[in-house]
C-alpha cells in the first residue's frame, strides 16, 4: 500500500522543523547569552545609557537573569546588542 504524497510531505517537513529546534535548543543551551532576550520589564535597565542603573521589581520579574546577563556581557566585552544606538552616532 503506498503512502499518501502530502501526508508523506508533512511528515518530512515535520521532522524538518524537529530537527531545526533541536539545533536551535542546542545553541541555546551552548550560549544563554547569545540567545537573551529581555522581557518588558528588563528593557528599561538594558537600554539605558546611564552610567549607574539599578534594577527593581517585584519577585520573578527578571531583575537577576537581566543583570548577570549585562554583567557576563560587559565583562568579557561581548556586547549581547541590546543598547539602542545613539542619534546622531
Known sequence: MARNPARQAIYEELLQLEEALQRLENAHEANPIAHYIP???QEPFHYSRASGRVCTGSNRSGKTAGEITEAISCALAIG??????????
Not at 83 to 88: D, F, M, Q, S
Request: overall charge positive.
Open 39 to 41: 522581557n518588558p520589564n
Open 80 to 89: 549581547h546588542g541590546l543598547r539602542k544606538p545613539t542619534p546622531g552616532a
